[in-house]
């Protein structure tokens, strides 16, 4: 079977929240704040690869999503990033906004990227 043409959506990851935290230890009378910022989340990028020859992949799988960020927490604890996702496209695929129309990207070489999708920044903790 081949399919020449798939429409998919994708979403970025969102960004892990920031601690609002104290430090309280008994022999420091103000130890101020200490909470820890958010992980940033992944970012969805397309590739072109030599050894695709179809849009198969996408026949049943219409939604992808990167991962997000963790959360921060206390002791200045930074939240885990998120992972970026990789999608294997065909060599010569012309990547469209389906809303516009409007050609976003033509992968025509092979190992050619294309970050669609950015993800959210992590929030602030408590510095």
């Avoid at 008994?26 to 101020?32: N, P, S």
């Avoid at 799988?61 to 959360?71: F, M, T, V």
């Avoid at 060599?91 to 990207?105: E, I």
């Amino acid at each position: 079977m081949f399919i020449d043409e798939a429409e998919i959506h994708v979403r970025a990851g969102k960004g892990g929240n920031g601690c609002l935290s104290f430090r309280r230890e008994k022999f420091i009378a103000f130890g101020g704040p200490d909470g820890g910022s958010g992980g940033n989340g992944g970012h969805v990028i397309l590739r072109a690869k030599s050894g695709i020859d179809t849009l198969l992949d996408f026949k049943g799988k219409h939604h992808w999503k990167a991962e997000s960020g963790g959360a921060g927490s206390g002791r200045d604890r930074t939240g885990r990033s998120g992972e970026d996702l990789i999608i294997d496209l065909p060599v010569g695929t012309l990547v469209y906004d389906q809303n516009t129309g409007v050609l976003l990207k033509d992968l025509a070489e092979p190992e050619m990227v294309c970050c669609i999708a950015k993800g959210g920044l992590g929030g602030r903790g408590s510095k």
